[in-house]
């Protein structure tokens, strides 16, 4: 265990609709990172948050969108889901020392 | 545009040799590399990570070299152990705040590394 969780584990879903993916960081820290694993491709990040601010975003489309709660969890939201969305979502936190900590993803399938 | 290649998407390397492998980077503002293992059905879980301050660092049988002046870096494995087969991710990080973008990790595709018997 990561001591980071996301859920749920596996979604399946269909064109079109709209889905919430969770995570809650490590106890402690303040830093919440979205990224998205599609088949043979490298995992390709999608927004931060530090502390219920959004602070970057990466490759993420207007489709999708997050939060951070005041209890630092984290939800994506994507919406008008494509085939293409399908993928693995992974969140991640990080600690003071700059140290990742990845969950164990929430597998998307959009049929 | 790739910022993080990991050229060879698949390795096989044979039980107690070493495996290396490569990462190219085109970015000179990624201040901090890292490398990560993935398990089938699992999250990339942190290997080792070097500052582009040194060009070595050094974690039980796990080495990374970085050279600076290439944009090249490098995971050795020595001895290559069953239990290292996995894919490994590159990947690199850009100072916090800087040029205005992500503090997030630019990821490597991957090399999916084989240890033979």
């Known amino acids: 265990d990561s001591g980071v969780t996301q859920t749920p584990k596996h979604l399946i879903t269909a064109t079109g609709q709209r889905v919430t993916l969770r995570c809650s960081p490590r106890?402690?820290?303040?830093?919440v990172y979205w990224y998205q694993q599609s088949l043979d491709q490298g995992l390709q990040f999608l927004i931060h948050?530090?502390?219920?601010?959004?602070?970057a975003k990466g490759n993420i489309l207007e489709r999708f969108s997050a939060q951070q709660f005041p209890d630092l969890h984290s939800e994506l939201n994507l919406s008008s889901l494509e085939l293409g969305d399908s993928a693995l979502y992974f969140c991640?936190?990080?600690?003071?020392?700059?140290?990742?900590?990845f969950g164990s993803g929430t597998r998307l399938t959009v049929v | 545009d790739q910022q993080v290649k990991q050229n060879s998407p698949s390795l096989s390397v044979q039980e107690g040799r070493i495996s290396i492998l490569n990462c190219d980077y085109t970015?000179?503002?990624?201040?901090?590399f890292l490398w990560y293992k993935k398990y089938p059905a699992e999250g990339p879980t942190f290997l080792i990570s070097?500052?582009?301050?040194?060009d070595k660092n050094e974690d039980g049988r796990f080495t990374v070299f970085l050279n600076k002046s290439a944009k090249h870096l490098s995971l050795h494995i020595v001895p290559s152990q069953p239990g290292d087969s996995a894919v490994y991710f590159c990947?690199?990080?850009?100072?916090?705040?800087?040029?205005?973008?992500?503090?997030?990790?630019?990821f490597g595709k991957g090399t999916h590394l084989i240890i033979q018997p």
């Open positions: 991640a936190s990080r600690d003071p020392q700059g140290r990742y900590t």
């Open positions: 106890s402690g820290d303040l830093s």
């Open positions: 948050y530090y502390n219920g601010e959004e602070r």
């Open positions: 970015n000179s503002m990624f201040d901090y």
């Open positions: 070097i500052s582009s301050i040194k």
């Open positions: 990947a690199a990080r850009s100072p916090f705040y800087s040029g205005g973008g992500a503090d997030g990790l630019t």
